[in-house]
T-cell receptor, first 115, second 115 residues
Framework: NAGVTQTPKFRVLKTGQSMTLLCAQD?????MYWYRQDPGMGLRLIHY???????AKGEVPDGYNVSRLKKQNFLLGLESAAPSQTSVYFC??????????????FGPGTRLTVL | DQQVKQNSPSLSVQEGRISILNCDYT??????FLWYKKYPAEGPTFLIS?????DKNEDGRFTVFLNKSAKHLSLHIVPSQPGDSAVYFC??????????????FGTGTRLQVTL
């Protein structure tokens, strides 16, 4: 099992450019999440998905779009990158459980720099 | 408004001694708490969790204590080992079962275990 993988690992963009970050999980998890981590701050939730074809906004959704066309993939898009979106992006997934809140499993991260 | 706070950005402990990492929260709706460990250039990995119906949870060298009245939790690592050197994040959720667990993270505490 590869767990949660993210592509690419690093990317440098110019202001106004667009890009898509790909997250893939092979654990058959229902839920997937995108976070960003900035210096001196904890991870903040951007968007999440409770299943194939569904997405919802998290704490900091502005400037991002997401899609979950397949259960195993969760894409994060930046339509017009801004320097404020320079950050490390983490994807995570978690299973559906009826008994209790389950833990999230994280990918290795994508370091994005917007010039 | 930081709902989960880790007021100590860093902590240095000698190998073999106890490490105590602290976390405070303000949202009374939080009832499930987790600790994640993060090495450089990797994603966070789940360490231990506790539900609000408990005041202590133990897993090997790691113990988490929860004081609901004080809205405070702590992670104890005994004995500390050099491999424990990492950034530790406290996270909380409203613990809604059967749905996506939206986590709110603290800013992290960097633990260094010295020889």
């Amino acid at each position: 099992n590869a767990g949660v993988t993210q592509t690419p690992k690093f990317r440098v963009l110019k202001t106004g450019q667009s890009m898509t970050l790909l997250c893939a999980q092979d654990m058959n998890h229902e839920y997937m999440y995108w976070y960003r981590q900035d210096p001196g701050m904890g991870l903040r939730l951007i968007h999440y998905s409770v299943g194939e074809g569904t997405t919802a906004k998290g704490e900091v959704p502005d400037g991002y779009n997401v899609s979950r066309l397949k259960k195993q993939n969760f894409l994060l898009g930046l339509e017009s990158a801004a320097p404020s979106q320079t950050s490390v992006y983490f994807c995570a997934s978690s299973p559906w459980t009826s008994g209790s809140t389950d833990t999230q499993y994280f990918g290795p991260g994508t370091r994005l720099t917007v010039l | 408004d930081q709902q989960v706070k880790q007021n100590s950005p860093s902590l240095s402990v000698q190998e073999g001694r106890i490490s105590i990492l602290n976390c405070d929260y303000t949202n009374s709706m939080f009832d499930y708490f987790l600790w994640y460990k993060k090495y450089p250039a990797e994603g966070p990995t789940f360490l231990i969790s506790i539900s609000s119906i408990k005041d202590k949870n133990e897993d090997g060298r790691f113990t988490v204590f929860l004081n609901k009245s004080a809205k405070h939790l702590s992670l104890h690592i005994v004995p500390s080992q050099p491999g424990d050197s990492a950034v530790y994040f406290c996270a909380a959720s409203e613990g809604l079962t059967g749905t996506a667990s939206k986590l709110t993270f603290g800013t992290g505490t960097r633990l260094q275990v010295t020889l």
